[in-house]
């Protein structure tokens, strides 16, 4: 039986109607339980949208401020902190990984540039599991997860393909980040990204007084066909893809945990709302410079070449920190659109051409690591009014 029409909070401009008529479907038609979603185009703030519940009770309203773990669109925010870095000349993007963090170049990895970090092509997609078997909490020792990946040899030939760093990216960004600028990955964005755009996103370390402000996550109901294709995804990836996607697994439950919220895990744990990641992402599309120079948004969004990830055998194509639209409209029609999806469905996006910042966020997860329906068909009614306009 379908759902009930949601009562809609917010704004949006007439000429982009169809996006909160897309919205309001979500909830009728596609399991929608909390979620927001906004647009920016041309510099402006035209739609900032939100319903349902916080909570899985379905007792709690979803606010403008409620914050959503947005899992591994986390990604993207911590690549515009890398990219920074590189537009002040503190990094160096083709240097080495061991020319920041020494330790890194053992077991045969002496010669991975930062850029391969970025693009999921160093190989070190996680921890072999059967040297050690991690669980959530090891996720929130530092030292331990870095001091662990910069021992780990590749698990391909770095350079060749991309295999998926699901968590481990961050880690891996996070210490050059770290060994570069003396702070964490979270610190710096929040002096540089988001209290200078005034936008409400944490890269982990949320503070105990904002868990008021957490929706709650909720898992997707089990699917016989998910867990089939898991499997195959296991199988055809073999050690790598086991390393990447059960060391540990990650679970929707672990985001509910004040401990994940206090804890930096700059690939999968960064909250915020939709708002906060187009307003972001709006700013990378308008052509100024206020994140990133027009060269560092070029070098962002410049394929590293498209292949069949070697973690989750899918057809894919990385820039240095963002998955590009491609062949698969991931973004919308560019094909040179860029971002990050989250698992579950979460999302953020840039389309330069248009002018446009895309954020979506929810807390009731969908199985699939990118293109949820919900995301898709927000942005297909959103092509469609630019199209019109």
Known sequence: ?????PTVHGSCADEFIAVKHEFERNFVERGEVGASVSVVAG?????????????AALTLPWHRDTLTN??????GMTAIVAHQLADSGDLDLDAAVAHYWPEFAAAGKADIPVRWLLSHRSGVVGLAPEQEALTADDLYDWEKVTSLLAAQAPFFEP????????????FLVGEVIRRVTGGTVGGYFARNVA???DVDFLLGSVPPQDDGRCSEVLEPAPAPEIEAAMAHVLMAGGRAAQAALLNPRPLGRMA???????????SVNGHGTARALAVIYGVLADG???LLSAGALERARTSQGRCMDAVV??????????TLGSDESSFGPNPKAFGHDGFGGSTGCADPERGVGFGYVMNQMGPLLRDDPRKMALLSALYGALDRA
Request: proline letters at 6%; hydrophobic letters at 40%.
């Open 288 to 290: 100024s410079d206020r």
């Open 70 to 75: 947005v899992w591994s669109v986390s990604k």
């Open 195 to 197: 209290e200078p755009l």
């Open 1 to 5: 039986m379908p759902a009930s029409k």
């Open 313 to 322: 055998g899918v057809w894919g194509e990385f820039g240095l920190g963002f």
């Open 256 to 266: 509910n945990n004040p401990a994940w919220r206090r804890a930096e895990i700059p």
């Open 159 to 170: 350079g060749t393909v991309s295999g998926y760093q699901a968590i481990s990216y961050g």
């Open 43 to 55: 510099g402006k703030v035209v739609v900032d949208l939100w319903a349902g519940t916080s909570d």
